[in-house]
């Protein structure tokens, strides 16, 4: 059965950085786009990132974009966040998703539509 | 403030049916049949119920549907049981800038 594990979350100072990271089974990890999605406290889910099957393409969220960054390694199955810059509207709980099959593609490029298998989350708390 | 909007409670009694509607723009629910419905449970990950506005992951009920006119989709539970008590949150594709935006969430209380 698909797993996404999440960890590496915690305490952070403002300014400071933490790394994210999701281990994957249960499916094959390099055919598939994963994404991070993050929910603050008591509030909605907000979509942070995504990555296509290779590191060749990546998006962000304007809120995170030039701190934080994406990458993938196949062979370990495993996706990672670097969280640079970290404010206090950065604590959240961080959710690994796998991005479903079902994905919109236009001119050859493909983009997220959809989550299908989300991890049980990692919190992120920003505080001096 | 989130890009689609939600109800932030709706209620209904065991055995009836709810339905709880997500307006966005013509720039996401308007403009994509892309829209996909989470339920997630108090201290719980997220589950899809509802994707490409109207169909279901393998594992779910045929008792969540989905559809959308214009610029509004909605997600409708009929026979409603204990479990579905949980928050609904909807989201969208909103282009290659954006990409998708979520909801406010749902709470539904089953009475």
């Known amino acids: 059965q698909v797993q996404l594990v999440e960890s590496g979350g915690g305490l952070a100072k403002p300014g400071g950085s933490l790394r994210l990271s999701c281990a994957a089974s249960g499916f094959t990890f390099s055919d598939y786009y994963m994404s991070w999605i993050r929910q603050a406290p008591g509030k909605g889910l907000e979509w942070v990132s995504y990555i296509c099957t290779s590191n060749s393409c990546k998006h962000f969220a304007d809120s995170v974009k030039g701190r934080f960054t994406i990458s993938r390694d196949n062979a370990e199955n495993s996706l990672y966040l670097q969280m640079n810059s970290l404010r206090a509207e950065d604590t959240a709980v961080y959710y690994c998703?796998?991005?479903?099959?079902?994905?919109?593609?236009?001119?050859?490029?493909?983009?997220?539509?959809?989550?299908?298998?989300w991890g049980q989350g990692t919190l992120v708390t920003v505080s001096s | 403030q989130s890009a689609l909007t939600q109800p932030r409670s709706v209620s209904g009694s065991p055995g009836q049916s709810v339905t709880i509607s997500c307006t966005g723009t013509s720039s996401d629910v308007g403009g994509y049949n892309y829209v996909s419905w989470y339920q997630q449970h108090p201290g719980k990950a997220p589950k899809l119920m509802i994707y490409d506005v109207s169909k279901r992951p393998s594992g779910v009920p045929d008792r969540f549907s989905g559809s959308k006119s214009g610029n509004t989709a909605s997600l409708t539970i009929s026979g409603l049981q204990a479990d579905d008590e949980a928050d609904y949150y909807c989201?969208?594709?909103?282009?290659?800038?954006?990409?998708?935006?979520f909801g406010g969430g749902t709470k539904l209380t089953v009475l």
């Open positions: 998703a796998r991005v479903s099959g079902a994905k919109y593609c236009t001119n050859g490029v493909c983009r997220p539509t959809s989550f299908d298998y």
């Open positions: 989201c969208s594709y909103a282009g290659t800038y954006t990409l998708v935006v």
